[in-house]
């Protein structure tokens, strides 16, 4: 294992984590709701911004798998990573342009933006197996998510001193805001220097021009959806991950809207936010030694039964206090759930199409996405409460730990070894 290569792989980690913390989870949300979308009714401005994530799933749903199979087939993973990175920067730079009643042009960079940050981490992960051997994959991958959650989390801190204190530096709460954007762009093209410097594809494979390799990608996926099941053991992970996984993007997309409804300050939902990325440091890379000494599947299975403590914790929460304690056991497991999420997958893949399995594992991830919040709003109307709603999702997490229960890892490494050469 080439330890500068492997530093170069995990400080990307750390560039990209920058969006998804202000981005998707903390600071455009708010500027959406309040500059962007001013000038609609409050309940249609939160259908749009719902609208908008719907719209990027529904994309990335589309083209993750076929674009896994091209870096595949063509031995372009650094490749795409780096134009998928590139347009992610450029959608982060000009949302500083996004200004007041501007909500068209926030949505279009925002769903760029979002399917950028989606893709290039189907590349990103890809390289996971190259860069790193199967009995360090672990502890790698769940360093990688560890720097990506203090990253995110130190830039998160930095635009909170802009935006919560604008006069302190001659600004207005929006050109502030809009700094803090930029500064997202800059971030992310900096510190992806190392892995573009350090990480090499390996030989193309392919001659083929760029139409033939998405028409012959495109008939690759159709063929791997029929093969799927001839790696029952992936298969059975991949189904676990997404009960378990559509859990945990719902507790993540819906615990600020929850957490406002029953009456907690944006100040303290905020700074919640922050104390889950600097939480998720440490426990990341401890759940990763966890791994290393009981197992990563016994890992995975005890960080989610966290996630069931947690929605029932959800369900009674009444004050600040109460929110805060959840944010804490939230940064406690959503690191290494993640990452050994992640290395797990990794080792059920046929090693010689690491970025087409891997799309389907983003698209399994991202499609699961769309069913948990629609199962916590239908359980919330229904029952006139949202405390259901959060309740709901422990069947998620239920189904997902009876299924990991019965995963055979080894089993699984055994079939992506006997299928390696089957295309």
């Not at 996630?307 to 805060?324: A, C, D, E, K, N």
């Amino acid at each position: 294992m080439d330890k500068k290569v492997v530093r170069a792989w995990i400080w990307y980690d750390w560039a990209n984590s920058a969006f998804a913390t202000t981005m998707i989870a903390a600071v455009m949300p708010i500027f959406f709701s309040d500059v962007a979308a001013k000038t609609l009714a409050k309940t249609t401005a939160t259908a749009y911004w719902g609208y908008t994530e719907s719209i990027s799933l529904v994309l990335l749903v589309l083209l993750s798998p076929i674009l896994g199979s091209i870096a595949d087939r063509a031995g372009r993973k650094k490749q795409f990573l780096r134009s998928f990175t590139y347009l992610g920067i450029g959608s982060s730079l000009l949302m500083a342009t996004i200004d007041e009643g501007e909500w068209r042009w926030a949505v279009v960079l925002v769903i760029i933006g979002s399917l950028a940050f989606a893709c290039s981490n189907i590349f990103y992960d890809a390289l996971l197996p190259e860069i790193a051997e199967e009995k360090d994959r672990d502890m790698v991958s769940s360093r990688g998510y560890a720097l990506g959650y203090i990253g995110g989390g130190v830039l998160l801190a930095l635009q909170l001193v802009f935006i919560q204190k604008p006069d302190w530096f001659g600004l207005t709460t929006v050109s502030a805001t809009q700094i803090a954007f930029a500064s997202v762009g800059v971030w992310w093209f900096f510190f992806s220097l190392p892995i573009f410097k350090h990480v090499k594809d390996k030989e193309n494979k392919s001659a083929e021009s760029f139409f033939q390799l998405c028409k012959n990608s495109t008939q690759q996926v159709i063929r791997t959806i029929g093969q799927l099941p001839k790696y029952p053991e992936l298969l059975r992970f991949l189904i676990a991950f997404w009960f378990f996984n559509d859990g945990i993007n719902t507790i993540i997309k819906m615990a600020t809207i929850y957490g406002r409804e029953i009456g907690i300050g944006t100040s303290d939902l905020i700074l919640a936010l922050l104390i889950t990325q600097f939480v998720g440091l440490p426990f990341t890379l401890l759940f990763g030694k966890f791994a290393g000494w009981f197992g990563s599947k016994r890992t995975l299975i005890t960080t989610i039964i966290i996630y069931l403590f947690i929605v029932i914790l959800g369900y009674g929460m009444t004050t600040s206090f109460h929110f805060y304690v959840l944010a804490v056991l939230v940064g406690v497991v959503q690191g290494g759930s993640q990452a050994l999420s992640r290395s797990i997958y990794s080792q059920l893949v046929p090693a010689n199409r690491n970025a087409e399995f891997f799309g389907f594992y983003g698209l399994s991830g991202k499609f699961s996405a769309i069913f948990g919040p629609f199962v916590f709003g239908l359980a919330g109307q229904l029952t006139g409460s949202s405390r259901f709603g959060i309740l709901s999702l422990a069947i998620f997490f239920v189904i997902g730990i009876l299924l990991l229960w019965k995963l055979n890892l080894e089993k699984g490494r055994q079939e992506a070894i006997s299928n390696i050469s089957k295309k």
